[in-house]
């Protein structure tokens, strides 16, 4: 067994635990992050690229509550869950249910809000500390809705995210073209997050970002944890063939922090949502800046060299192999906005960390501030990373 002392162990090499490990040797700390796979491979690289700071409303919303059974047995919705999963998510289901009632949900916006609050420029300085500048594109976000109705019905989000500052404009189908000249036409309009920024490319981001975090003298630990304790001397982590002690510990492991949590005590109703993403190369992509078509729930997002088009959520698990239908609906749906696309280049299956109320858990565990939680940030992982250091930092320096 290989033992290895150090001040801070970050479990997870994810944009969240490289992020902390980043700012966390920026305050002077030694520290090794604990990462079995890529730094970055994950949900890091495969999401849509969005640093949302519009993304305040919970994924639980009274509307999806009241459409659940129709959105979960519909073979084209954006919300799908493997039968063969349901026991195991019941739990997760019923406190999913309780989070989506009016209250509750209102309560959760708020929260969101605060956490994503300045999202844009935290990034901007984060991406200028780790040489990512160049991959980050400032403009903006386009949410498109194809009738009149469908516009209409947005007016009860669009005057929440109003309510919490959310910059937004609203488009008229001709202003939407000027906008996107390439997308087809559509009857109802668009609406527009002038603030939201966008990432190129996340995976070389990412790269840039494992590089940074290396040269400010962190070590990473090639192996999965499977245990961690708390002793006398400090925190235990065993992740064979390591034996890791620390001071202090971060759990930032993402969809596989639960099991972690629970060994020392912090019971956490976290999940996992199955995103996909399909690929099409193209030397130009037809649009200029990420656009969601509302009816859909996907993103079609430019990027070097190609157009990624990502979203669906499924909820079943860590184990499930991927689903190629929704593969397929993916493509084809993205086929609805652009007929051209042909085959995708490339599909891929990653994990996100899903917590019922969609707010992430950031803070100390019930055991005490040696070991913090960070997790379970959902769709805004990407978005939250340099504030989840940030606030990572604090709890340790108090």
């Known amino acids: 067994m290989n033992r290895i002392s150090t001040d801070v162990a970050v479990i997870g090499g994810g944009v969240i635990g490289m992020a902390i490990a980043l700012r966390l040797r920026a305050d002077g700390r030694e520290v090794v992050v604990i990462e079995p796979n890529e730094p970055g491979s994950g949900a890091s690289y495969g999401n849509a690229g969005t640093i949302a700071d519009y993304a305040v409303i919970p994924v639980g919303t009274p509307s999806v509550l009241r459409n659940l059974v129709s959105l979960l047995l519909d073979a084209n919705s954006p919300l799908s869950i493997r039968a063969s999963a349901l026991p195991t998510l019941f739990p997760w289901l019923m406190r999913f249910t309780y989070e989506s009632l009016p ?18 420029a935290a990034w901007t300085e984060f991406a200028a500390q780790i040489d990512a500048s160049d991959l980050l594109s400032a403009k903006g976000c386009l949410y498109l809705y194809e009738t009149r109705k469908a516009f209409k019905a947005a007016d009860a989000d669009i005057e929440l995210r109003r309510g919490h500052g959310v910059a937004q404009e609203l488009l008229s189908a001709d202003e939407v073209s000027r906008l996107e000249p390439r997308l087809p036409p559509l009857e109802g309009g668009g ?30 630990i090639q192996a999965s944890a499977r245990e961690i304790a708390r002793q006398a001397n400090g925190i235990r982590i065993m992740a064979a063939p390591f034996e890791i002690c620390a001071r202090a510990a971060v759990i930032s492991a993402g969809a596989r922090s639960q099991r972690l949590a629970a060994q020392i005590g912090d019971t956490v109703r976290l999940d996992t949502e199955r995103g996909y993403h399909v690929e099409f190369d193209m030397a130009e992509p037809p649009i200029e800046r990420p656009v969601c078509p509302t009816a859909y729930g996907f993103y079609l997002c430019p990027m070097r060299g190609r157009l990624r088009v990502a979203g ?41 960390p899903s917590m019922p109320d969609s707010v992430p858990i950031i803070r100390p565990s019930r055991g005490g501030r040696d070991i913090i939680l960070a997790f379970g940030h959902g769709h805004i ?14 709890i340790l320096a108090a």
Do not use: C
Request: proline fraction near 7%.
């Open 191 to 220: 609406l527009f997050f002038p603030d939201a920024i966008s990432l190129g490319d996340p995976g070389e981001v990412m790269r840039r970002l494992s590089m940074s975090v290396r040269r400010a003298g962190v070590e990473f």
């Open 103 to 120: 209250h509750r949900y209102r309560q959760n916006t708020r929260r969101i809000a605060e956490l994503v609050s300045g999202a844009g």
């Open 381 to 394: 992982g990407l978005t939250l990373a340099p504030r989840t250091a940030q606030l990572v930092s604090s």
């Open 312 to 352: 669906l959520v499924e909820l079943g698990g860590l184990a499930a192999p991927g689903n190629p239908r929704l593969v397929k609906a993916l493509a084809a749906n993205a086929r609805r906005v652009f007929p051209d696309l042909g085959e995708p280049s490339r599909t891929w299956l990653g994990f996100r």
